[in-house]
């Protein structure tokens, strides 16, 4: 296995642990296998002449895997930012009961400090 070709799993198994699918690491790991193993995204015979255009073909098609590499990225980001909003309200935040609040706080500690 060529060594950008290696990097690229390793870097898709990595992002793959927190992939927001219901078997996880396992459905990235037969998927990235899968894709790396289909003839159709890389052509070597079409450059057998010219290693140079294997290379390059070769360079290209790790440049897509990098690609979906960061679309994965941004998928489990949504997942994080959309379980987070979820989980902590929308942001709205109420400025009088929130100030009054410090307010009464600030009043208690004169008081103990008296």
Avoid at 15 to 23: E, F, I, L, N, Q
Wanted: charge should be positive; aromatic fraction near 8%; include cysteine.
């Amino acid at each position: 296995m060529h060594p950008l070709v290696r990097d690229l799993y390793k870097r898709a198994i990595m992002v793959g642990r927190d992939y927001p699918h219901p078997r996880g690491i396992e459905f990235v790991r037969d998927a990235w296998k899968k894709a790396l193993r289909d003839a159709q995204n890389y052509h070597p015979q079409a450059y057998s002449a010219d290693p140079r255009g294997a290379e390059k073909e070769l360079r290209k098609a790790v440049g897509r895997g990098r690609y979906a590499i960061r679309e994965m990225i941004g998928v489990i980001q949504l997942k994080k930012y959309r379980t987070m909003r979820r989980r902590y309200g929308a942001g709205q935040l109420d400025v009088d009961g929130e100030s009054k609040r410090i307010l009464d706080a600030c009043r208690d500690l004169i008081h103990e400090g008296n």
